[in-house]
């Protein structure tokens, strides 16, 4: 199986493209500098690539090229851009050039670190470029968050992540994956993130976006990724942002009446805090890679139809690698100061309360408990019930089991009221294992369909899915 070439520097890259005398566009860049530009400048032979380099700093002047728009670091800017120069350079070039040239607009509008404060630095990066001479141009469109401390170094990643997202969509554009993959040559985790992706045009219409997105993970450019009901990737930052968040963990494989019940009760519970406007909310039903991965890899269409079955429910879905729940918490507290709920159900107390899952940090279990509440931060506990159990066997937040040694710091967090005990709204559901309903619609149509949502047992029959009748 061919490998994609991971030597190539930077440097590299943009010569390369130089000195391919059929690629050649435009480069348009606001925000942080001409650094794109400038690494195809530096490499030499610049001149067989670039027609054009620009930047409209100023808010007039860029309304005056590309037309007004609300929100100048945005999707929308971002596509005027591509429209404006791609149309431009074709226009201009077409009966000039070869008639073999491919065609291109590179365009980025991003916030970087400011002289006076410290803001939220982020912002859109596109490529809209022709796979073949004279064909209908393709896009790749991405959000972006820089992550170094320093104006210069920002400025210094995006320049080569420009060059690799140029590179990249020309020459590896029939495995988009190693589009992907390639976007962090040279930078690592540590310096960009990029949380959303989009493929569209010729060549592209295969591609299946919300995989792309979970690749953005599993390539280390990300560590969470969000979809909204209509399946469609948004950016966190925009969803989550000054917004209350109540976030339910599970494989959703399939989601099942008490998972709903889990989100409604939990949602109720968590509304009454003083600092929590219901109609504020951001509800989330989370998936960890770790639920998804089977050793290196992901069943995609395994990861589409949870996601589909989750947005026939309306949920907004985040997928995520943070394992442990503080680390999510942080994630989360990157975009909000307001109340944070975390609902789970009892039977993961064995999970939570396993000394052995908190390895490696200094603190052990206080430490991990220390990061999941040291402000605005809530647990919110989901009963449980077996399968033909009676009010004996129910277990909630005041009877469940931890190892002894352990007792007292469950108590001291219900006392705290960081652990909160949540009332079902029909406890009819609290018999409901995940595991069992999965079993069963492997053998094909049965009991477990009165377990799940009457239009998730409707699409999994029709559409075969999570394996249904295969056993």
Known sequence: ?????????????????????????????????????????????????????????????????????????????LLQMLDKEFTQVVDRLANVRAKNTT?????????????????????????????????????????????????????????????????????????????????????????????????SGPYFEEVENRLMNLHLIRSWLTRA?????????????????????????????PVTLVNVDMMCAGQKQFSQLAAV?????????????????????????????????????????????????????AYLRRYTQKPIGIVLSVRDFAFLFDEQYYEGLEGGILEAFGKLFPDNTHVYVYPSRRRGGNEADLVTLDNVQVPENLRYLLAYLKANNKLLAVKPHDESHLHIDVSEVLSGLRRGRGEWEGDVPDTVAQRIVDGRLLGFDTE
């Not at 925000?31 to 808010?59: H, N």
């Not at 991003?110 to 022709?130: D, M, P, Y």
């Not at 942002?241 to 494989?253: A, E, H, N």
């Open 1 to 77: 199986m061919r490998k994609r070439d991971t030597t190539l520097s930077t440097d590299q890259k943009a010569l390369s493209i130089n000195l391919d005398k059929l690629k050649y566009g435009s480069i348009v860049e606001i925000g942080a500098g001409q650094e794109v530009a400038r690494r195809f400048f530096s490499v030499g032979a610049a001149a067989g690539t670039i027609a054009k380099t620009m930047s409209a700093y100023d808010m007039a002047v860029s309304d005056d090229i590309y037309g007004h728009v609300d929100r100048y670091v945005s999707r929308a800017r």
């Open 103 to 199: 065609f291109f607009a590179y365009a980025a509008t991003v916030t970087a670190r400011s002289f006076k404060q410290k803001n939220e630095c982020h912002g859109w990066v596109g490529i809209r470029l022709q796979l073949h001479p004279g064909a209908e141009p393709s896009d790749v469109i991405m959000h972006v968050r820089m992550l170094d401390d320093d104006n210069a170094l920002q400025s210094e990643a995006l320049g080569i992540l420009g060059v690799n997202l140029i590179h990249g969509a020309f020459n590896h554009y029939q495995n988009p994956e190693w589009v992907v993959e390639s976007l962090g040559d040279g930078l690592g985790s540590e310096r960009i993130e990029v949380d959303v992706i989009h493929f």
């Open 277 to 329: 406007d219901e109609n504020e909310i951001v509800s989330l039903a989370e998936i960890t890679m770790n639920s998804l991965a089977s050793g290196d890899n992901v069943d995609g269409a395994d990861f589409l139809a949870r996601i589909d079955l989750l947005a026939s429910q309306g949920y907004t879905v985040m997928i995520s690698d943070y394992l442990r729940f503080f680390r999510l918490r």
């Open 225 to 253: 990724v969000v979809f909204n009901p209509a399946g469609e990737v948004v950016v966190p930052g925009e969803l989550l942002y000054r917004k209350p968040v109540m976030v339910m963990r599970g494989s959703f494989k």
